[in-house]
């Protein structure tokens, strides 16, 4: 055995040692090399070491459902297919294409079947041919699975492996410190042919949780993300990853089993031939989700949680002034890994990551201003007793309608000011499709199936869609026309790759800024943003412009000239100062 091989070997093991303390180490490893390597295939002689490589200032990243465009002919997959390529090749690189599997609930993450494509919307190869010109992002819903799916019925019979596949816990159980993210009864009680159970349900009774202290459970789920790599995908996104280990008179989330399969994951991930991205979902205050990186072991990439909720704040009260402090305070991500960036998403607006961010007051107002706007609260369960708001439901079109004083005419110029943040951070930026088509709240969504979530995944009819984006005067027209040109701006700045060095600038409560320099520092972008319905007028001298270079800002080709007073700002008005062109 070569001394790269007896290092992964090592690695391994000890991982599983403390995942599986008392497993049969030796053949828990056979049995997870053949599950991710099955024969026939073969995994790299030495790790991919950690680097800036996996990814550069082009990628950028769409959100979407399978069957968010729709027009009851086609099969949507191709109909998705179609309007990427229509619209977004050569701006969007990648595409997120939330679960496409056979589902019973929550718009695809009660998944019925792993290893199916749902026929309602197409077929492997229609993934397949989307994945060969996109960069594919895929769910790995393994916290849970659907009540109807095989697996638990196997499980309710007491067919084996399924017997032991699902997390049981009794009502006597002292559960008062599990973290919930519902208010739904935790336990479920069912009958099985081994008499009454109590299952778990993180997030809703037709999600049953799986226990993955069953070695057997683990080696399933490594099983689907072969499949998934094999079938072109290249981003696996572990969904509510941070709820995966349990164990009773704890919180149940975040435990140190949960990471170790993580940083398992990672390392068959940087011995496969494959270039794969592991990304985990973790909707948890900023400290426990930045946990994720470990030591540049974990995930590539996390969602940057915090961010929405803030912008969401700094727009609507129009200041900086809490978005500057976490900035500050936030750290580069470590060698190899990136965040992802993003205020619209397919769930609502997190609070959990702005808790000890926001105060109390400013959590309330956010939340009043959202309902204002026709949005919506969706709730948790606290410890002990009582709820708190968990996510805001509404589309990032209408959250952006005005100020905690109320609507104004500032919407679009506000909505574009969010999203261009989004494009110049250090990270990935990834975009929900219903934002990159300024998609209005779906009340009518809501009032169909009662889910507060559904205001935010409104299925577009194609041929109304495509009339409203050949129509310059519509919103869908106008949003796409103007989030395209400042990506394709982006794209083309070596200032903006995932990794390139950044540096929150103190411009005051009403100008959120930031510098950002290349890895090569050729190159330096000042994003500036203007946060309020004000005109600012910012010092030159409030920047570092070069003397000897010619600084432009991107967005608007206007020079600037570094001898000059002040620089203007209009309402919500974005500037890319740079020194290269």
Not at 31 to 41: N, Q, S, Y
Not at 150 to 170: I, L, V
Not at 185 to 199: C, F, I, N, Q, S
Not at 490 to 497: I, L, N, S, T
Request: aromatic content about 10%; hydrophobic content about 40%; overall charge negative.
């Amino acid at each position: 055995m070569s001394k790269s091989a007896t290092k992964f070997t090592a690695k391994l093991d000890n991982l599983l040692e403390q995942i599986y303390p008392q497993g049969d180490i030796p053949a828990l490893r056979a049995e997870i090399l053949d599950a991710f390597w099955p024969e026939g295939t073969g995994y790299r002689t030495r790790a991919r070491p950690p680097g800036n490589n996996l990814w550069d200032e082009t990628d950028t990243l769409v959100i979407t459902y399978g069957n968010s465009i729709v027009d009851g002919v086609h099969k949507p997959l191709d109909l998705l297919r179609h309007f990427l390529e229509e619209n977004l090749a050569g701006v969007i690189s990648g595409v997120h294409i939330l679960p496409f599997f056979p589902f019973t609930s929550d718009d695809g993450f009660a998944v019925t079947d792993y290893r199916s494509v749902n026929s309602a919307l197409g077929s492997w190869s229609d993934i397949n041919r989307i994945a060969e010109e996109f960069k594919l992002m895929s769910d790995l819903v393994l916290n849970h699975v659907s009540s109807f799916s095989n697996w638990f019925q196997d499980y309710r019979q007491g067919k084996p492996p399924f017997d032991r596949f699902f997390f049981e816990a009794s009502p006597e159980d002292d559960l008062s410190e599990v973290v919930r993210p519902r208010t739904t009864p935790l336990l479920r009680k069912v009958d099985t042919a081994m008499g009454e159970r109590h299952v778990w349900c993180t997030f809703s009774h037709d999600q049953v949780d799986l226990d993955f202290s069953n070695p057997e459970v683990l080696l399933e789920f490594l099983r689907v993300m072969r499949l998934h790599i094999d079938h072109g995908v290249r981003i696996i996104r572990l969904d509510a990853v941070a709820f995966l280990w349990k164990e009773i008179g704890t919180s149940c989330i975040h435990l140190p089993q949960t990471h170790a399969i993580v940083r398992m994951m990672r390392l068959l991930f940087d011995y496969a031939s494959e270039r794969a991205v592991l990304l985990t979902e973790t909707n948890v205050p900023n400290a426990e989700n930045l946990s994720y990186f470990g030591n540049m072991n974990e995930a590539h990439s996390i969602y940057n949680f915090s961010l929405p909720p803030l912008i969401l704040h700094a727009l609507l009260n129009g200041t900086a002034r809490e978005l500057n402090r976490w900035q500050m305070a936030m750290p580069p991500a470590q060698l190899g890994c990136a965040y992802l960036n993003f205020t619209a998403s397919h769930d609502g607006i997190g609070m959990r990551p702005v808790e000890g961010l926001l105060s109390q007051k400013e959590t309330d107002a956010i939340v009043d201003t959202v309902r204002s706007f026709g949005g919506k609260v969706s709730m948790r369960s606290l410890p002990g007793g009582g709820e708190k708001p968990y996510e805001l439901n509404i589309t990032w079109y209408d959250a952006m309608a005005g100020t905690v004083e109320g609507a104004d005419e500032w919407q679009f110029e506000r909505f574009l000011c969010s999203q261009t943040i989004v494009m110049a951070l250090e990270g990935l930026p990834a975009f929900y499709i219903h934002a990159l088509l300024g998609t209005p709240n779906d009340l009518e969504g809501v009032e169909k199936t009662g889910i507060n979530r559904a205001i935010n995944r409104h299925r577009w009819d194609y041929d109304e869609l495509r009339a409203r984006l050949t129509d310059p005067e519509s919103t869908q027209a106008r949003v796409m026309a103007a989030l395209k040109a400042r990506i394709a701006v982006r794209v083309k700045q070596k200032a903006f790759h995932p990794n390139a060095t950044q540096f929150t600038l103190h411009l005051g409560e009403d100008l959120f800024g930031f510098w950002r320099q290349s890895l090569d520092r050729a190159q330096s972008v000042f994003a500036i943003h203007n946060v309020t319905d004000r005109e600012i007028r910012m010092p030159v001298l409030s920047i570092n412009l070069i003397g000897g270079e010619q600084w432009i800002d991107l967005l608007s080709d206007e020079f600037i000239d570094a001898a000059s007073g002040e620089i203007v700002f209009a309402p919500y008005q974005c500037r890319w100062i740079s020194n290269r062109h």
